[in-house]
């Protein structure tokens, strides 16, 4: 069975400020991962995948994950927090065989404070 | 170019009814994918269709939900005999295909079944 946790409902942030949004995971084999950022009222936005080779992946607006398989986790970092930053985010899991459907989290929501 | 594009983007219906919600994909992706999102929940499988076929579609939660692809391109997600707990956000994505390929979503349908 595959599954994604996001042990944190809400991070909060101050702006300017590194960031990290945790992931971890469970699957089968090695992973293929994924975050995605939702903002309101819209559709999930592809941030970053993980499918092989170096174990940080640089993503869009500067975003960056580091894939670490001793902890089956994927989280997500930014060294330096926008307010425009603030949304939902989710990290989703895919097995490299099987089911080529995506295993999301529940999400979390960060805020950035001015 | 032109993402995925989910019609309609709101859809109020009641217990009982007949409903259709339509999935435009990226020109070119093979691959499309239903999913539904609750409130507060990641996105959840539905269906997979590589082409015309439906590869996948284990997530459909009983027998009132039917998806079709006919031409390999636009897919409809078809719900029978709406319930309240269909209440929910549709999501489509496609990618070209292959597993570790990005899926790219759309906007969703937000289904309210009254």
């Known amino acids: 069975a595959q599954s994604v946790a996001q042990p944190e409902d809400q991070v909060n942030v101050a702006e300017g400020n590194p960031l990290t949004v945790k992931c971890t995971y469970s699957?089968?084999?090695?992973?293929?991962l994924f975050w995605y950022v939702q903002y309101p009222n819209r559709g999930l936005q592809f941030l970053l995948k993980?499918?092989?080779?170096?174990?940080l992946v640089k993503g869009s607006y500067g975003f960056e994950a580091e894939f670490n398989k001793s902890q089956t986790s994927f989280h997500l970092k930014k060294p330096s927090a926008l307010v425009s930053d603030s949304a939902l985010y989710f990290c989703?899991?895919?097995?490299?065989?099987?089911?080529?459907?995506?295993?999301f989290g529940t999400g979390t929501r960060l805020t950035v404070i001015p | 170019g032109a993402g995925v594009s989910q019609t309609p983007s709101n859809k109020v219906t009641e217990k009982g009814k007949y409903v259709e919600l339509r999935c435009d994909p990226i020109?070119?992706?093979?691959?499309l994918y239903w999913y539904r999102q609750s409130l507060g929940q990641g996105p959840e499988f539905l269906i997979y269709?590589?082409?015309?076929?439906?590869?996948?579609d284990s997530g459909l939660p009983n027998d009132r939900f039917f998806a079709v692809r006919p031409e390999g391109s636009v897919s409809t997600l078809k719900i029978q005999r709406t319930e309240r707990g269909d209440s929910a956000v549709y999501l489509c994505?496609?990618?070209?295909?292959?597993?570790?390929?990005?899926?790219?979503f759309g906007p969703g349908t937000r289904l309210l079944v009254l």
């Open positions: 989703a899991v895919r097995a490299r065989t099987g089911a080529n459907n995506l295993f």
């Open positions: 699957v089968s084999g090695n992973p293929y």
């Open positions: 993980y499918i092989t080779g170096d174990n």
């Open positions: 020109s070119g992706h093979t691959a």
């Open positions: 269709f590589q082409g015309t076929g439906a590869a996948d």
């Open positions: 994505a496609s990618a070209l295909g292959g597993s570790q390929e990005t899926q790219y």
